[in-house]
């Protein structure tokens, strides 16, 4: 075993171990009114291998996954060597706890190639969710120094059926960092559950960041590769009762435009941009309705000290918020995705 890999063990359980006191949401839990805790999460830690040269424990990602069992109660490190793993891989829910660590994201990479309108194993067309490249459904997932990619081609404007997923989190309490995200018409569906996103690099032209999860951004790259026009993020919040948004921090957005940043995917969709630096893309009133006129008057899209020459766009439409500290703070630390029970501060 490498030294390196030897040390990211220890890290990973470190993380595993910590205890909140009193949380039901943590991994440890209290089983005394006295403050004595026993555990209740994970027990113990397997390490697989993957090489694509075959000096692993397999040479797919699948085959490493496919090989944890069914209710698994082991963190399970699954280190992946350099390469690109051209294949469509699934973390079903009943595999929680799996870690995918690369050798770097410009090295390895998982890759494929689905469009929403191809057809599936039944003859009918997959659709959207279904393209995923890489769809994870388990709870407690990780993924570190890795690159997921969709490869399917940009399409025009105006062109059906070319939605092509590199990601589908559907997990909850999932968490990323220092991984990239390549594709363009729906890169990244953050579909459902709490997420937490550091450090990454997420790239698409329409829509490359949609769904209904509780996610935050931290310290991310946004990049365009809008030819005509495009947008980084459709929110599908649908009730006023449901906590979910998406809220970036201190990320920057980069490429061509002229790009909306934030759509109204639901009625009551939730976006908030804080401390983020916007090249001169944005296009002129920055936020979209989805067509749904009413929906200008549910939506909750919002900036807070945001920066850049292309940030006073997004100040030019009436029911977009320039929001004050007291209306920011919900968004602006870990604690919008729960993440004092699950994250490490190390890792926030």
């Not at 062109?159 to 390549?182: E, H, N, P, T």
Request: aromatic share 14%; net charge positive.
């Amino acid at each position: 075993m490498r030294i390196s890999e030897f040390f990211f063990i220890i890290f990973v359980t470190s993380n595993f171990l910590c205890v909140v006191k009193g949380s039901s949401h943590n991994h440890a839990g209290s089983n005394s009114s006295r403050g004595r805790h026993h555990w209740v999460g994970p027990t113990g830690l397997r390490l697989i291998t993957v090489d694509i040269n075959g000096f692993g424990d397999f040479r797919s990602v699948q085959a490493a996954v496919d090989s944890v069992p069914e209710s698994n109660r082991k963190n399970v490190l699954i280190l992946i060597s350099a390469g690109r793993y051209i294949e469509k891989v699934v973390v079903p829910a009943s595999k929680p706890y799996i870690t995918f660590e690369g050798a770097g994201r410009d090295v390895t990479v998982i890759e494929w190639h689905d469009r929403a309108s191809d057809k599936g194993p039944d003859g009918q067309q997959l659709r959207t969710y279904h393209t995923a490249s890489v769809a994870v459904f388990a709870p407690f997932f990780t993924a570190r120094n890795i690159s997921f990619k969709n490869t399917a081609p940009a399409p025009q404007p105006g062109m059906q059926g070319w939605q092509a997923v590199a990601l589908r989190i559907s997990g909850d309490k999932a968490f990323f960092s220092g991984c990239a995200f390549y594709g363009a018409q729906d890169t990244l569906c953050d579909d459902a559950g709490r997420h937490f996103f550091k450090d990454c690099y997420i790239e698409g032209s329409i829509d490359f960041i949609f769904g209904n999860g509780r996610s935050m951004y931290k310290s991310c790259e946004l990049h365009s590769i809008a030819t005509r026009f495009g947008s980084i993020a459709a929110q599908d919040r649908k009730s006023p009762d449901e906590k979910t948004g998406f809220a970036f921090v201190n990320c920057s957005v980069t490429g061509s435009g002229p790009l909306y940043v934030g759509r109204a995917m639901g009625k009551y969709s939730r976006i908030v941009f804080s401390y983020t630096y916007f090249d001169d893309v944005v296009a002129h009133g920055g936020w979209d309705d989805w067509d749904h006129q009413g929906n200008n008057k549910t939506a909750f899209f919002g900036v807070y000290k945001c920066y850049g020459p292309g940030a006073a766009a997004l100040r030019r439409v009436s029911w977009a918020q320039e929001l004050d500290f007291d209306a920011a703070h919900p968004f602006l630390a870990k604690s919008f995705v729960n993440g004092r029970h699950w994250i490490s501060p190390s890792d926030a």
